[in-house]
């Protein structure tokens, strides 16, 4: 996790075109000391959110395959029958009508 940054709260800033597109000005006030290079953005009522993207490490991921026993997995694995499945509670999802997509291709020509 990044550490605290100098300052809580709001600050203005400015958000500029970059290329094809848009960028935003962080106040150094607001940058932590350890900031991340890669962060998702997202749309959530009416404001953006940035978040910093945590890299999963793979630390110790080897101690967990050498707790398997040696034999783990060796006869395969187990193939279990196909189940009917019960549809009719599942809703259907409408697609839109091919001809629209027709007459639009129509139109262009």
């Known amino acids: 996790m990044s550490a605290i940054p ?3 709260g709001k600050l203005p800033t400015r958000i500029f075109k970059s290329g094809n597109s848009l ?12 900031l991340p290079q890669d962060a998702e953005i ?3 009522d009416g404001g953006w ?3 910093p993207l945590v890299k999963r490490k793979l630390t110790g991921l080897a101690a967990k395959f050498a707790a ?3 034999g783990f997995m060796s006869g395969g694995r187990l193939i279990e ?5 019960d549809w009719s509670a599942v809703p259907v999802v409408a697609k839109a009508p ?11 020509d």
Do not use: Y
């Open 6 to 8: 100098k300052h809580r």
């Open 23 to 34: 960028a935003i000005r962080i106040p150094s006030e607001m940058v932590p000391a350890d």
């Open 42 to 44: 997202e749309w959530l």
């Open 49 to 51: 959110i940035i978040r």
């Open 68 to 70: 398997f026993s040696p």
């Open 81 to 85: 029958p196909e189940m009917e499945r």
């Open 98 to 108: 091919r001809k629209r997509v027709a007459a639009a291709r129509k139109r262009k």
